[in-house]
């Protein structure tokens, strides 16, 4: 059975290729993945892209299954892609702005091109913060402006901490289903998760992947006051500036760059104001998610820069030692874009950086849809 994945973030696409054992409809089974594209950027044609992936392949797959950042309350598991399902997608478009649109062209290219015996399955990152807390999804709004319309906290990079915590897992099999793990998800999009055995307990991004850590070209975490003080001021409306937060805002508009690694390179009074800023934020949080948890036994770092940018790693980490934290400066250093224990080995708290895997994910989830309509 052969299998694909397609992952559209905000600055990249990946498309992969799986095999599976035949017959095979279950989470643990094997996977042997078959080819991969990365390309960064997202003004590819996504249906010449899939069409030149799916010829190389030595037969048609039975699944293409589909990153989709935002489901809001209405999907909390991978479900087939029917018209039912596109609409949807799309209504939740303004919630992910970045994401959803993009997913839906490459939805929309693989259901053109592939015979509709091949089924199309969509994977929410929200989903794996579905059972987060109230106490941590709910804003302090009445309930008829806030949960009954489900404006509330939904958490996004599901698939990526998913991942993240799965490996952790494997690492540390003498921990209960990894213990306590505060998760880093670094690339142009940013984000932090705490969980415990039962599942993720916090998570900062919020009703919008907006919120939270200061991101590529995402501001994070703001005063809603800010959108009407700046409509008024600036004569903007209040999409153009959803727009600005998105895309004009995170490094991007505090140093004219939206990449940490290239920011570090260049120095100068701006880029270290932005970087600072950057760091700050993230290590706020990993104090805040100390407290959720009441300690942590692991911190692991992933993404592009929480893989190969070390600097970072160690900015953010820094004055921790009082939490358990000790970073080995050595092991740091050797860890670009390769799996390693960065802390000390007496750190009381096991700090690693980890590869992101969510592709084998996407993959397994189409597995689970196909095994159900059996």
Known sequence: MLLVTVNSGSTSIKVAAFEASPGEASWDGPLRRIAAVHHEGTHLEPAEELRAFLRQLPGPPAALAHRVVHGADRFTHPVRIDAAVRVSIGELAALAPLHNPLALRWIDAARALCDRAVAQVAVFDTAYFA???????????????????????????GLAHEAMWRRWCELNPGLERGGRLISV?????????????????DTSM???????????????????????????????????????????????????????????DAGGARAERALELYCYRLRKYIGAYLAVLGGCDGIVFGGGVGEHVPQIRARVLEGLRF?????DAARNDAAVGREGRISTAPSAVAVWTVRVAEEPLLARAALQVLGAQR
């Not at 059972?131 to 958490?155: I, M, Q």
């Not at 939490?323 to 970073?327: I, Q, R, S, T, W």
């Open 185 to 201: 998800q670094l690339g142009g999009g940013c984000s932090i998760t705490a969980r415990d055995p039962h599942g993720p307990r």
């Open 206 to 264: 919020g009703f919008s992947p907006l919120e939270g850590l200061v991101m590529a070209s995402r501001c994070g975490d703001i005063d809603a006051a800010v959108v009407p003080y700046l409509a008024e001021r600036r004569g903007l409306s209040p999409a153009r500036l959803i727009e600005a937060f998105n895309r004009e805002a995170g490094l991007l508009g505090l140093a004219g760059n939206a990449s940490a690694g290239a920011l570090l």
């Open 323 to 327: 939490a358990g934290v000790e970073l």
């Open 131 to 157: 059972g987060l807390p109230r106490v941590a999804a709910e804003y302090a709004l009445p309930s008829e402006l806030g949960w009954d319309l489900g404006v509330r906290r939904y958490g996004f990079h």
